[in-house]
């Protein structure tokens, strides 16, 4: 297993890690990802551990803080072995304290987190969405504080607008704080919005990309095509209203795409986008899922080899899309081109 720098922190963190939403399954979406429980996880573990996956991404509101529970069951008395990355922020109830990132919420949110968890320490906490109530002043003051007890090693944000990293950013470096590290992003073939203006940031303030969806919400599992609809038994029956949106058309395009180069390289449709996704600037680790032992073995397969540059312009060529202003006229017109060099 490659291991990579988490941004510009000093953390190290594998090229591949797994997400735990599949744990503890309850409700309507949670559910339709996974149920597996304490046993199930602790092999789905053991896997990962045999290949070199040591970071494991959860969230508090994951089933209702069930997928914590779970993965701090499975990987009780190897805590040390393990890296835990987990999320909080979105509500877990309807109370005035239940939702948010305020410094009473927070606080609170850590100490539950940390007792489903089942630990005393949590290796990477990130803020699972922008909360405009809170000042950021009282955000990185409480993560301050939270580092400061031993109770994080380390923070940074998922689904976060660029502005407001930035902000925080800034804060941190007036005041002595401790910097956001990492970005927890929806990124993919069919998703490529993060590079228009998050990539570049990230670049520039040394925030690690920890990539969740990396097959565009099970559409790049190789079950679906032209002449394929989505099969029975396909979460997206379930899930596909709460998936970002792709257009039909881009989204053969892409597929076409990667099925040409799996039939090149005899590798699987989702080993070819994880390993797209593995060559991109800024990305410290691609976030894998899988609801049984099949599904994570070939998508560990998406390591240790390389897409050729070739093949990368296929894919680049495929899945690329206008982006949005102000974006677009650094792409359509030369003399705003010329000013910013393209990252990749």
Not at 119 to 138: G, K, N, R
Not at 186 to 213: F, K, N, T
Not at 263 to 286: D, F, H, K, M, Y
Not at 296 to 322: C, F, K, P, Y
Request: aromatic letters at 8%.
């Amino acid at each position: 297993m490659e291991y990579r720098q988490l941004g510009a922190s000093g953390l190290r963190v594998p090229a591949l890690s797994f997400g735990t939403g599949t744990f503890g399954g309850k409700g309507p979406l949670f559910s339709a990802w996974g149920q597996s429980d304490a046993a199930e996880a602790r092999r789905l573990i053991d896997i990962c551990l045999d290949a070199g996956v040591t970071l494991f991404d959860t969230a508090d509101v994951y089933s209702n803080g069930a997928s914590e529970e779970v993965l701090g069951e499975a990987v009780r008395g190897r805590r040390d072995a393990v890296l835990i990355s987990t999320k909080t922020g979105l509500p877990m109830g309807e109370g005035p304290l239940d939702r948010g990132v305020s410094r009473a919420r927070l606080i609170r949110a850590v100490e539950e987190s940390l007792r489903r968890l089942g630990t005393d320490y949590i290796d990477l906490l990130q803020l699972h969405a922008f909360d405009a109530f809170t000042p950021v002043e009282e955000l990185m003051g409480t993560l301050d504080g939270l580092i400061t007890a031993g109770k994080l090693r380390y923070a940074g944000v998922s689904n976060y607008p660029g502005w407001q990293i930035m902000k925080a950013q800034a804060h941190a470096d007036r005041q002595g704080l401790p910097r956001l590290v990492a970005h927890q992003v929806y990124y993919s073939l069919i998703g490529r919005a993060y590079e228009a203006e998050l990539m570049p940031l990230a670049a520039d303030q040394g925030v690690g990309a920890l990539v969740w969806s990396p097959l565009g919400w099970g559409r790049l599992t190789g079950r679906i095509g032209r002449d394929r609809p989505i099969p029975q038994g396909s979460r997206l029956h379930e899930t596909a209203q709460f998936a970002p949106p792709v257009a039909e058309e881009h989204l053969y395009r892409v597929i076409d795409a990667l099925e040409d180069i799996a039939r090149e390289t005899g590798r699987t449709v989702p080993q070819i986008a994880i390993n797209w996704l593995l060559q991109r600037p800024t990305v410290s680790s691609v976030i894998i899922g899988a609801r049984n032992e099949e599904q994570l073995r070939q998508n560990l397969g998406a390591i240790d080899w390389r897409l050729t540059a070739e093949q990368m312009a296929v894919l680049d060529d495929a899945s690329d899309l206008l982006p949005p202003y102000p974006h677009t006229p650094y792409r359509q017109q030369e003399g705003f081109a010329r000013l910013n060099p393209p990252m990749v």
